[in-house]
């Protein structure tokens, strides 16, 4: 199987959370499968990124924050390939413009058009781990973009159906999909399985586990998420038709 995972920036906090992703994506190649791994940047990256970037300037260009955000993610690449060879695991760590994930031009929302390369899926048939930066591609241009709010999602799932991937699964600090915050509300109740439509109305709800645009991705192409914890055992849920 072709299993694309993503961690979001909690799942990525210190060195002891990367390596037990790390362990969960080097467990996946021992079964047989073919792993690509989609990471945020850690923590609070983003938002201290940015605030660097005000302190210099008010309103910095478009253009230049993507160049300067899309490190981030970069940086939890480079960590998350070190720690892949640390075990013992072929790996190999690609920006998105490497991995050639193609986007329009609308810097710091762009969407994803394509990919303009086969550099994943060469790697992969080399034996390697594929840790993809989330959250950025390029544009025709050659420029770096980013893909908004939820953009390592994006990525995710969009890299799950460019690649004909058999499962996309995201990994964050909740157990799955809840009709509400369960860290605000102790009766929310877990969906074992969810439509994509379903999906689709609680990301607009303002539900947090899975940015819309992934959703809606993820319903085009009939892409199967599945959310699961980062940090406790369990099924979590699956997003299907």
Not at 144 to 161: C, K, N, Q, Y
Request: with cysteine; net charge negative.
């Amino acid at each position: 199987m072709l299993i694309v995972q993503k961690y979001g920036g909690t799942s990525l906090m210190d060195a002891d959370r990367i390596r037990t992703a790390a362990m969960r994506a080097a467990h996946g190649v021992k079964a047989g499968d073919q792993i690509v791994v989609v990471v945020s940047a850690q923590g609070k990256t983003t938002d201290q990124l940015v605030k660097n970037a005000r302190d210099i300037l008010d309103q910095p260009s478009a253009r230049e924050m993507d160049a300067y955000l899309a490190a981030g993610e970069q940086m939890s690449a480079g960590l998350m390939t070190m720690m892949l060879h640390s075990l013992g695991q072929k790996a190999v760590s690609l920006t998105g413009w490497q991995a050639g994930l193609l986007t329009d031009s609308t810097h710091g929302n762009a969407r994803v058009i394509g990919l303009s390369s086969d550099r994943i899926r060469k790697e992969l048939d080399a034996g390697n781990i594929v840790v993809v930066a989330g959250f950025q591609g390029i544009n025709e241009a050659g420029d770096i973009t980013t893909l908004g709010r939820g953009g390592s999602d994006t990525t995710a799932v969009a890299l799950a159906a460019l690649l004909g991937a058999d499962l996309c699964r995201i990994y964050t600090d909740v157990d799955g999909v809840y009709d509400k915050d369960p860290r605000v509300f102790p009766d929310a109740v877990k969906f074992d399985r969810i439509s994509y439509k379903d999906m689709l109305e609680l990301a607009r709800g303002g539900a947090q586990v899975l940015h819309d645009r992934s959703v809606e991705l993820a319903m085009q192409y009939r892409v199967p998420v599945q959310v699961l914890s980062s940090f406790r055992p369990g099924p979590g849920t699956m997003v299907i038709d």
